[in-house]
């Protein structure tokens, strides 16, 4: 799932893989974990990620190389996030063939720029959890400032105040961009227009991965 900050990806991501039967693997959740347990990890990917800046390859590919080994990965994933670079997207081709395994299809979620920053600066999560992603105008929680799956508290995300968005658009969009010519070039891309309520995206991506699996 390829897309600028705040394109659905994660909400998308969800949705996909609760009707596929797949796991979700998200490297901004991965991150925040890491951060939020202090693990060596978290510490060096702290100061990027405040700053809006992307986590050095290296890490980055290492930690979902670590989490794509996992079993609960062994039957394929919605990955979310990842890769954001074109140096990423070709280490997971190389991760994946060690595998045996491939990039099926690659969704690409296009949202033009103000709708960016709508989307972000009304985005809450959850506290206990920030897959768990609400809107407080376009996806609002049945029970205000609380987490409909977990009932934990919903805060804003630290990186999504209006300078740090700012930045993280500068400095992630046009390595994305990379990472969409290098899927375009592979003939695996698909472009969903993501401008749109999420149900009537979640049908589009629908139709392009098929049928749920089991
Ligand atoms: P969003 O949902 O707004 O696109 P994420 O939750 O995916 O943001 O990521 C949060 C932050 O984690 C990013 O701004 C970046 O600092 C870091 N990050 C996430 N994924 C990657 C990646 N693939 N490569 C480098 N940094 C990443
Ligand atoms: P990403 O993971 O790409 O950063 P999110 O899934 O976190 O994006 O979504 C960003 C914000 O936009 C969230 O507040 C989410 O509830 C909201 N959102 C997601 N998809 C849509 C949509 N199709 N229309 C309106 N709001 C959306």
């Known amino acids: 799932m390829v897309g600028p900050p705040g394109a659905g ?19 901004g959740d991965l991150f925040r974990d ?6 060596a990890l978290g510490k060096k990917a702290k100061s990027y990620m405040e700053r809006g800046a992307l986590v050095p390859d290296e890490l980055t590919v290492q930690m979902i190389a670590d989490r794509l ?3 609960d990965a062994a039957e394929g994933v919605v990955l979310d996030g990842f890769p954001r670079t074109r140096q990423q997207a070709e280490a997971l081709d190389r ?3 060690k595998m045996g395994a491939k990039v099926d299809a690659t969704l690409y979620i296009d949202v033009d720029r103000d709708e960016i920053v709508r ?13 768990h992603v609400y809107h407080e105008l376009t996806n609002p929680p049945l029970v205000a400032g609380q987490c409909d799956i977990d009932g934990a508290q919903l805060v804003q995300r630290d990186d999504d ?6 930045a993280r658009l ?16 592979g003939d695996v891309l698909n472009t ?9 995206v979640t049908e589009a991506l629908m139709r392009v991965v098929g049928q749920p699996v089991r």
């Not at 105040?161 to 700012?166: F, G, H, M, W």
């Not at 400095?171 to 899927?183: H, I």
């Not at 969903?192 to 009537?200: A, K, L, M, T």
Request: hydrophobic share 40%.
């Open 170 to 185: 500068e400095q992630q969009l046009p390595p994305m961009f990379e990472v969409v010519d290098y899927y375009a070039e």
């Open 9 to 27: 990806k994660g909400t998308q991501a969800a949705l996909l893989a609760a009707r596929l039967g797949l796991v979700h693997v998200a490297s």
């Open 95 to 97: 991760m994946l063939a």
């Open 119 to 131: 989307r972000l600066s009304g985005r809450w999560v959850c506290s206990a959890a920030s897959s």
């Open 161 to 166: 105040k209006p300078e740090t968005v700012r």
């Open 192 to 200: 969903v227009d993501g401008d749109q309520p999420i149900e009537d």
């Open 34 to 39: 890491n951060l939020k347990r202090q693990t």
């Open 69 to 71: 080994g996992q079993p």
